[in-house]
């Protein structure tokens, strides 16, 4: 059976990935940091990103309390719809096209997450956020919910999953980690410059770990 992110070094990899994919640097790409005319700033202020079928969101850890355990969460986003979406940033604003060229200015209709929780992969140089849980470990990996906010300017909604299970090995198997498939519903035609955010809730509804997307 093929598991998910087996070591820290691949965990640092999609760390790294998902900076690329999700934030914009403030230096120019290497070769585009020359002005056309003397004094102009470059044209482009960022390389251009291609989002794949599946883009690593990032990584995040919590501490149980008062049970000392942590755990590492790692989350993708899985869109074959996105798959080959590129998106360029220039001084007089940001274009997302697709494969052919054509324009993208709406989300897909439905995104999918795959999020993998448990004490099988560590994390270095983090600081663990501590969160109170009476439970076991496997408890808490077992028993996550979770739901999609959409922020459309100053306005915000809520999603819950059309469908979530735990994939992988049978629960009734002992195991250090749990990954689990989310799939939500999106309103229809999204505007691509809405952002939004996937949060990890507890079995208590506490918050334990968020993940955003930004298209535009």
Request: net charge negative.
């Amino acid at each position: 059976m093929q598991m998910f992110f087996r070591s820290p070094q691949f965990v640092a990899s999609c760390a790294r990935t998902a900076l690329i994919v999700f934030a914009v640097s403030a230096l120019c790409a290497a070769g585009n940091g020359k002005a056309s005319n003397p004094g102009q700033h470059a044209q482009a202020i960022a390389p251009d990103i291609q989002y794949m079928a599946t883009t690593p969101l990032g990584t995040d850890e919590v501490r149980l309390v008062p049970g000392n355990q942590v755990l590492t969460m790692l989350v993708t986003l899985e869109s074959k719809e996105l798959d080959g979406v590129r998106l360029t940033r220039t001084s007089s604003g940001a274009t997302l096209k697709d494969r052919d060229g054509k324009d993208v200015t709406h989300f897909p209709p439905e995104l999918t997450f795959r999020v993998t929780v448990g004490s099988k992969t560590k994390l270095i140089d983090h600081e663990p956020m501590d969160t109170e849980f009476d439970g076991t470990a496997h408890e808490f990996e077992e028993t996550l919910q979770f739901r999609l906010k959409i922020f459309h300017g100053v306005d915000q909604v809520e999603l819950d999953p059309e469908w979530q299970k735990i994939i992988g090995v049978p629960l009734e198997m002992p195991y250090d980690e749990r990954i689990y498939r989310v799939r939500f519903r999106l309103p229809e035609q999204m505007p691509a410059t809405d952002r939004v955010m996937l949060e990890v809730i507890d079995s208590e509804g506490e918050r334990v770990g968020k993940f955003s997307v930004q298209m535009l």
